[in-house]
């Protein structure tokens, strides 16, 4: 598995074909069960992400016999200072001194997906640590469906809950968590 992390603007941009098809894939499984709309949310919002300072995208290409193909992806950026990350949550009031943002401290893991058929081998362990690897921020946070296998998984990698999310009404509960890099 070959591994790239991408940081310049243009190139993050020039992926976007590649990893539209593995969020398809990814996310139309359960609990997800997206379809043709939240691709196109996807895309939007990719769109718009992957210009931020301090994007930052690692993709993981099979590089064997059976020919090249991306098989995972993660991205992820800093939280701005005017987020509104920590305000949302609805089971918990965290002090100031907490949600203090000042556009570094924080690192969002927006996405993170490995093709079903490649699961289960370390990718998205190896994923996870590239994006992480060199980070000057204090603090990694996410977001992830509590009935999603992902839940636990980031768990085992060392994160722990905050509290739980709805990002809009109707919305799906998520839950979120967070990883200290450094205190
Ligand atoms: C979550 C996901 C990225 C994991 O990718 P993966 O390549 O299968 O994971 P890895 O093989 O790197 O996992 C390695 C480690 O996690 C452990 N693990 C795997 N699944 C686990 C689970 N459900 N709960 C706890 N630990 C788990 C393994 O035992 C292994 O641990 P070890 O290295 O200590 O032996 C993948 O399942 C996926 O794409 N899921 C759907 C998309 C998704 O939910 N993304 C996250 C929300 S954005």
């Known amino acids: 598995m070959k591994y790239t992390t991408i940081t310049d603007t243009a190139a993050a941009a020039r992926q976007l074909d590649a990893l539209a098809p593995v969020y398809e894939t990814v996310f139309a499984e359960p609990p997800y069960l997206?379809?043709?709309r939240d691709v196109a949310d996807f895309l939007q919002r990719y769109q718009h992400e992957h210009k931020t300072p301090g994007f930052r995208l690692v993709t993981a290409h099979t590089d064997g016999s059976e020919g090249s193909g991306l098989a995972g992806f993660a991205y992820g950026l800093p939280l701005a200072t005017s987020t509104g990350w920590w305000?949302?949550?609805l089971d918990t009031n965290l002090p100031e001194a907490f949600?203090?943002?000042d556009g570094h401290r924080t690192f969002v893991v927006m996405e993170l997906a490995v093709l079903p058929h490649h699961r289960g081998h370390g990718i998205g362990q190896t994923l996870h640590t590239a994006l992480l690897e060199g980070l000057t921020a204090e603090r990694v946070t996410l977001t992830v469906r509590p009935e999603a296998p992902a839940a636990a998984w980031?768990?085992?990698l060392g994160y722990t809950?905050?509290?739980h999310t709805q990002p809009?009404?109707?919305a799906p509960i998520y839950r979120?968590?967070?990883k200290m890099l450094r205190t």
């Open 161 to 163: 809950p905050v509290g």
């Open 34 to 36: 997206e379809g043709p």
């Open 168 to 170: 809009w009404d109707g």
């Open 176 to 178: 979120s968590l967070i």
């Open 87 to 89: 305000t949302g949550l």
């Open 154 to 156: 980031y768990e085992h």
């Open 99 to 101: 949600t203090r943002e």
